[in-house]
């Protein structure tokens, strides 16, 4: 009976959609309705308001809903929302304040002369204005109002101008900033965490261990990584448009004329097209750079960009008047007087040293009241020049509030989907399909194309997306990133704008087009731009490195960077290694070998020694790439025949499990019948034999395995724990060979400071004879905090410690302190002479060594990655790696 309150469920939603009622009330409403229908069916035909739910009743899935839209969004830690206001504002801004009209104009006449000018300059404003306004109604209406008359002027073909129109309009989707990446980021963060609890639970049922390697885990997606992942694909749909149309216009001149400008190319033309280019352009590089560069969050970048957007319209909104660029000019001021502030002073105003930090924060505060005053200024503009600010705020709150609405009821409407075990029968069906990952993947994308005829991206992407994306991302056969996945549904939900019969900007057009232009016109033009975009996504699926490039090469050069040794960045990191090991063998084992040569008598036995075991385990390290190779080279050879017979016994077994959990829950329900005051015998029977029945065939499943599994998994095994001790033995070995390196450079390093703290040392002498025990140890204290900030001398600190505490006694003694202070002494001394003379004689030969060696040997131990490594290793990390044998 679950399933036929499923069929209701969905045929209520689909209803309520098609007619046209309130996406935010339809979403719960349908919900809500198959719920209360389910518990009164049950009620009136079992006795049992839960009997035909999957589990558990209806109360706890009526508030599951809100409760799981509770723990996530009242998390202060889930802030993701946050930046959809913050876009929203900025778009909405820059289209009331005229900026986009501006642009629309000044780069029809620029581009206008080459073939098919006037389309490619249509293109162009649409991607611009998706990387600053990105609100898709209000760019098409833009551009229908003004591109749509001058390229029909010019006898442009009718589907190729409307179809263009389009399309660029829905460029906001997928080039950030969007509304719909950060809805998707929001999505897929739930989803990455449920597909690692299914990932990790796979893994404990196929290998018996409770900890699954990190390397092993999902990759989640924040706003600030999807935004990164999309840019490249946005662009690559932004050069496909142009593309076409250019080839449009070369093979069919008539579609798409070149349209030479009235005027001249003169200084005022120039500067309009400055005016009108630069400052969108800064504000997208602010907007977005700063997440690039790892400057600010996404929703930090949302206010740079809603203040920015204010300041813009302050200036357009008064164009032509007097003063009307004074506050832009003001805040500009002020920010490059933040910047220098920033560059030459060390802001802190809890620790202000002397005069110039005074200096520095006087500076930075009368920058930071100028760029205040700029903002205001520009905002009361906005507010009294035609009620421009009132209609903004009340826009972005209605857009908000409808986000906020739909993603309440999308999250009682999964909760409901869940509750009639809808969740489990795409999990069968998906995972039941021949094919595996890919065939999954293809029918979800269909699945979201042919929705997108129907539904609005943010149903699509509400809905649809926390049943798939788990299944989907918890697959280790195609191992993808939760950023990869999100922009392949972001370019497929931004189909649904073109496709016929509610395509929205075929209707926002439709509305503004002149009645020449026929809706067949408008259809016709679309669908070229449906197979562009299908295309483009073919070409981000083929080619994951498109996405995952940017967001990884990002993490790696950001300020918060893991460390070479980090688990996840090591297969990564020994490729590229041992790429060097080939490259830069020869000096390697060159240098090794002058060091073996040098004359290491000035050193204390103990750092002899050690260098001379870090020599040894430096040559050895080419032998233990070699034994790496080997074992990789046999399972590789092992794997392709392996490989079918893994994949039949893990799904014989996995459906095992899936039975054994449905007769666990007969059980249970055979238990609490069977203790009900009036228990049905017929009832009890049926349920016995469903569980002998399941039984049977679990034991038929089982039974099925193939008799030479056992040895081909011990195969797998036995090469897979041979290549883990090859790696682990490498690691150990290389960790071992640069750790007395990095040491022995930092003790001779540090030779002057410690000389430098000779008179403090000697100076104790009197102070232990004359002063009082109390004054004399805190001096004591004094010189062995001093001796702490440096390495290598913990025996002079213990001495120094045994001779303060030799005062601490209610009868001090001062002979015993004045020895201790000699021994402390002589070791000083000791220390001192060796390291001074190991800095003229050996360091020198140790930084070469080190410069040899740190980048191959010594990579693990470094505190960060070099930008040139982190981008080989970002590149390394975005291809998908098939990682299902370890499951």
Not at 415 to 436: C, D, H, I, N, Q
Not at 634 to 640: K, T
Not at 707 to 731: F, M, P, Q, V
Not at 757 to 786: F, G, N, S
Request: aromatic share 8%.
């Amino acid at each position: 009976m679950e399933l036929v309150f499923l069929g209701i469920l969905i045929l209520l939603m689909v209803m309520a959609l098609t007619s046209g009622f309130p996406v935010a009330f339809s979403l719960p409403g349908s919900a809500i309705l198959t719920i209360a229908l389910a518990a009164l069916a049950g009620h009136v035909f079992e006795g049992d308001t839960s009997a035909y739910f999957a589990q558990d009743g209806p109360l706890q899935w009526l508030s599951a809903g809100v409760t799981n839209f509770r723990s996530l969004y009242w998390d202060v830690e889930r802030d993701t929302l946050i930046a959809i206001p913050l876009f929203v504002f900025m778009g909405i801004m820059l289209q009331r304040s005229k900026i986009a009209e501006d642009l629309l104009v000044t780069m029809a006449q620029l581009f206008g002369p080459i073939p098919g000018g006037l389309g490619i300059s249509v293109v162009f404003v649409g991607a611009l204005l998706a990387a600053t306004t990105g609100i898709v109604g209000a760019t098409v209406i833009a551009m229908g109002l003004i591109s749509l008359p001058a390229m029909l002027r010019s006898n442009y073909s009718k589907p190729l101008a409307t179809g263009t129109i389009c399309a660029s309009g829905t460029l906001g989707q997928i080039i950030p900033p969007s509304i719909v990446l950060i809805i998707l980021a929001d999505q897929l963060s739930s989803a990455a965490d449920q597909a690692s609890t299914m990932r990790k639970a796979a893994y404990k049922a196929a290998t018996g261990e409770f900890q699954m390697p990190s390397e092993f885990d999902i990759t989640s997606a924040s706003a600030g990584d999807m935004f990164m992942g999309a840019f490249i694909p946005g662009l690559v749909l932004v050069g496909l448009y142009m593309a076409y149309i250019l080839i449009s216009a070369i093979i069919r001149p008539e579609t798409a004329p070149p349209v030479h400008r009235e005027g001249k190319l003169d200084r005022s033309f120039l500067l309009n097209v400055f005016l009108a280019l630069v400052p969108p352009l800064t504000l997208i590089f602010a907007v977005l750079g700063s997440i690039i560069m790892g400057i600010a969050t996404v929703n930090q970048a949302g206010a740079i960009g809603a203040i920015g957007a204010m300041i813009m319209g302050g200036y357009r909104l008064t164009s032509g008047q007097r003063g009307a660029y004074r506050p832009a000019i003001l805040a500009i001021i002020s920010i490059v007087g933040i910047g220098v502030v920033l560059s030459f002073f060390d802001i802190n105003i809890k620790n202000i040293q002397g005069p110039d930090d005074v200096l520095g924060i006087a500076i930075a505060s009368v920058a930071v009241v100028g760029l205040l005053i700029s903002v205001v200024w520009s905002g009361w503009r906005a507010y009294r020049i035609d009620n421009t600010l009132n209609g903004v705020m009340i826009e972005t709150a209605k857009t908000t509030s409808m986000v906020f609405i739909i993603l309440i009821g999308a999250a009682m409407l999964t909760s409901a989907f869940r509750a009639f075990g809808g969740e489990e029968l795409v999990k069968e069906f998906l995972t039941g399909l021949p094919g595996g990952f890919w065939t999954q993947f293809i029918v979800v994308m269909l699945v979201i194309f042919v929705l997108g005829f129907f539904l609005d991206f943010i149903e699509i992407a509400v809905v649809v997306v926390p049943i798939v994306a788990p299944i989907l991302l918890a697959d280790p056969s195609a191992n993808i990133t939760a950023v990869w996945l999100g922009v392949m549904v972001g370019l497929n939900i931004q189909t649904s704008f073109l496709t016929p019969p509610f395509g929205f900007a075929l209707f926002y057009l439709r509305g503004v087009a002149p009645p020449s232009v026929k809706t067949t016109d408008i259809y016709k033009g679309a669908a070229a731009f449906i197979a562009l975009q299908l295309l483009g996504l073919t070409i981000a699926g083929l080619f994951p490195s498109l996405v995952n490039y940017l967001p990884n090469r990002t993490y790696l050069t950001s300020e918060t960077a893991p460390p070479p040794m980090n688990p996840r960045l090591q297969a990564c990191l020994e490729d590229y290694v041992f790429g060097q090991y080939d490259n830069n063998g020869d000096a390697i084992r060159a240098n090794i070998e002058r060091m073996r040569g040098l004359d290491l008598g000035i050193l204390p036995e103990s750092y002899q020694q050690d260098l001379g075991t870090s020599l040894d385990q430096a040559a050895a390290t080419f032998a233990l790439v070699e034994d790496i190779r080997r074992t990789d080279a046999e399972l590789l050879a092992y794997q392709p025949e392996y490989r079918p017979l893994h994949q039949q016994v893990r799904k014989l077994q996995t459906d095992a499990r899936d039975l054994e959990e449905e007769i666990t829950e007969r059980e249970q329900t055979f238990t609490r019948t069977s203790r009900s005051s009036e228990p049905v015998q017929a009832q009890l029977d049926r349920i016995q034999a469903e569980v002998d029945a399941l039984k049977n065939h679990q034991a038929e499943l089982l039974a099925s395995i193939p008799a030479e599994w056992d040895s081909a998994h011990e195969g797998l095994t036995a090469l897979s724990d041979a290549r883990k001790k090859a790696i682990n033995d490498y690691r150990r070995n290389v960790d071992g060979a640069y750790e007395p390196i990095a040491e022995l450079k930092l003790l001779i390093g540090q030779a002057q400071p410690l000389a430098a703290l000779a008179p403090q040392i000697e100076a104790l002498r009197p102070v232990i004879a004359d002063d009082p025990p109390e004054q004399a140890m805190e001096t004591i204290k004094l010189a062995e905090d001093a001796l702490g900030e440096l390495d290598g001398i913990s025996k002079i600190k213990s001495s120094l410690s045994r001779a303060r505490r030799a005062l601490k006694d209610d009868e001090p003694d001062r002979a015993k302190a004045e020895s201790e202070l000699d021994k402390a002494l002589s070791l000083y001394q000791e220390e001192v002479s060796w390291r001074q003379q190991a800095e003229g004689k050996i360091l020198p030969a140790l930084n070469e060594y080190d410069a040899t060696i740190r980048d191959s040997i010594g990579l693990r131990m470094q505190t960060r990655l070099t930008t040139t490594q982190a981008e080989e290793i970002a590149a390394c990390q975005s291809i998908h790696r098939d990682i299902s044998l370890n499951f």
